[in-house]
């Protein structure tokens, strides 16, 4: 009897860790593929701000002499927002998917 109770004890085990298994799976999945676009979305927000920052220091001198230094500092600002408005949720995501895989690293038997 009580050998049987122990099997059944297993079986339920390996039941429940499948599914986590299974869960984990589909989550370590849509994962990736978020990621990535996300990580895409903030490759293609930065070349902006790169392209600016260059732009700006070639014209300098004439932003100077025009007076429109704080034009060029408010679009400066508004790209770095743009790019961190994509940079965000990838790092939230990954922070998210780090607690999951935690959690799944501590449920190992």
Known sequence: MALINFLLLIIQFLL??????????????????????????????????FSHFGETVLGAST?????????????????????????????AANRCADIYFYFFVLMKP
Do not use: K
Request: hydrophobic share 40%.
């Open 16 to 49: 429940c860790w499948f599914a986590v298994c299974v869960v984990f799976g589909l989550l370590q999945r849509f994962y990736v593929a978020t990621s990535r676009q996300l990580r895409r979305l903030e490759s293609v927000s930065r070349s902006p701000i």
């Open 63 to 91: 932003i100077r002499a025009l007076g429109h230094q704080e034009r060029f500092i408010l679009e400066s600002e508004r790209r770095v927002d743009d790019n961190q408005t994509c940079y965000y949720p990838g790092i």
